[in-house]
C-alpha cells in the first residue's frame, strides 16, 4: 500500500515537474517560433545572400565645386539603416561592413556577394563595383541620363514625377542575380537596388523586406530576376510601392 501510495506521489511530482520544465522550455522557444513563422518567407530569401556576409556597398557622387570629398543621397543611408534593422529582425547578420564605391581600390577582389545601393552613375566616373555590376547584369532595362529608366522590351520610358520640383513619383530596380565575378559553384550573389533618384532606392530596399515581394513564388523559385517598381513619394519619403514589371533573368538574356 504504501509502495503504490509512494509510486502516485513520486508520478505527481514527475508530472508537475515535467509540466513546468515543458512551459518553461516553450516559454523560451516561442519568441523564436514566432519569429520563424513570421518570417519565414523573409528568412528564406534573404538567408542566403546574408550569409556568407555580404558587402553593402553605397554610390558617391562628385560634385567638387560643391564638396570636393564627394557626397551620398540620403535615401542611400536610409536604406543601409533599414537593411541593418530588417536583418536585426530576422536574427540574421546585421554587422555587415558598408563601402563607398570609390574605397574598394583597385586589385580587390571582386568575389563575395554584395548589396549596392545606386545605379551605374553612383561610381565615379563608371568605375567600381556598382557599374562593374550593372554592366554585367544581364538586365531588360537601361539607365539613361534625366534620370530615367528605359525598358527595351515595351520601347517605355520611366521617369520621376515632378523632377525638378517636388517628386511625387519615382522608378526604380532591383535586379538579384549570382555574382559573375564569383566562381559559379560559391553561390555568392548581387543584388542591386536603384532608383532614377534617392526616393527610388530607398524604397526599392524597403520593398525587398515586405511580405508582398518575400511571398512572391517567383521571387522565391529563382535566383536571378529584375523587378521594375513604381514607388509614390509623400513628405520626402517614399510611401506605396507597385511591383510593375517582374522578370526572370538568365545568362542567355541580352545586356
Known amino acids: 500500500?504504501?509502495?503504490?501510495?509512494?509510486?502516485?506521489?513520486?508520478?505527481?511530482?514527475?508530472?508537475?515537474?515535467?509540466?513546468?520544465?515543458?512551459?518553461?522550455?516553450?516559454?523560451?522557444?516561442s519568441p523564436w517560433i514566432w519569429s520563424w513563422v513570421q518570417y519565414r518567407y523573409a528568412k528564406?530569401?534573404?538567408?542566403?545572400?546574408?550569409?556568407p556576409q555580404p558587402t553593402v556597398v553605397v554610390g558617391r557622387h562628385e560634385l567638387a565645386e560643391f564638396e570636393?570629398?564627394?557626397l551620398?543621397?540620403?535615401g542611400d543611408e536610409k536604406a543601409v539603416d533599414l537593411l541593418r534593422e530588417h536583418f536585426r529582425t530576422l536574427h540574421l547578420s546585421s554587422n555587415f561592413p558598408v563601402r563607398y564605391v570609390?574605397?574598394?581600390?583597385?586589385?580587390?577582389?571582386?568575389?563575395?556577394?554584395?548589396?549596392?545601393?545606386?545605379?551605374?552613375?553612383?561610381?565615379?566616373?563608371g568605375k567600381g563595383i556598382i557599374a562593374d555590376l550593372w554592366r554585367e547584369a544581364p538586365t531588360s532595362f537601361t539607365w539613361e541620363d534625366g534620370p530615367a529608366i528605359y525598358d527595351r522590351e515595351s520601347s517605355q520610358r520611366f521617369r520621376p514625377q515632378g523632377f525638378p520640383g517636388p517628386v511625387t513619383r519615382d522608378y526604380a530596380l532591383i535586379v538579384k542575380m549570382p555574382n559573375p565575378f564569383s566562381q559559379p559553384e560559391a553561390k555568392e550573389y548581387a543584388l542591386l537596388f536603384a532608383g532614377c533618384l534617392g526616393f527610388g532606392t530607398w524604397g526599392?530596399?524597403?520593398?525587398?523586406?515586405k511580405a508582398e515581394f518575400l511571398k512572391d513564388f517567383r521571387v522565391e523559385n529563382t535566383d536571378a530576376f529584375e523587378c521594375l517598381l513604381s514607388i509614390d513619394v509623400a513628405n520626402r519619403s517614399p510611401v506605396r510601392t507597385k511591383l510593375l514589371s517582374f522578370r526572370e533573368l538568365s545568362p542567355s538574356t541580352s545586356a
Open 1 to 29: 500500500m504504501c509502495l503504490v501510495f509512494a509510486s502516485k506521489v513520486e508520478l505527481e511530482i514527475a508530472t508537475k515537474v515535467g509540466t513546468a520544465a515543458l512551459l518553461l522550455l516553450f516559454g523560451r522557444l
Open 102 to 125: 570609390d574605397e574598394l581600390p583597385p586589385g580587390i577582389s571582386y568575389d563575395g556577394t554584395f548589396l549596392c545601393l545606386g545605379g551605374p552613375d553612383a561610381s565615379p566616373e
Open 68 to 70: 570636393p570629398s564627394g
Open 204 to 209: 526599392a530596399a524597403r520593398f525587398a523586406t
Open 72 to 74: 551620398i543621397g540620403i
Open 44 to 51: 528564406q530569401f534573404w538567408r542566403p545572400v546574408v550569409r
